[in-house]
């Protein structure tokens, strides 16, 4: 599992998914945590604001990502 660093002590998830390069866009990114496609920590997240800390996980479209901290 790749592992995304981030600099802060949270990153919100539409924000992750920019981020990261799951998503192009935050457009892309709010559709696709709004249509049910996100699961953070194995569970589907519809909140796009939700705070990933290090150690959450991240899925989208059969790629998983982990939250790294600095």
Sequence with gaps: ME???ITGEFIKLDS???FSGLCETGG???LCVED???RVNGEVCT???KKLRPGDTVELDGTALEVAGA
Excluded: N
């Design 16 to 18: 992750f998914l920019k």
């Design 3 to 5: 592992k995304i660093e």
């Design 28 to 30: 892309e990114a709010k």
């Design 36 to 38: 049910g496609l996100v």
């Design 47 to 49: 909140q796009r604001g």
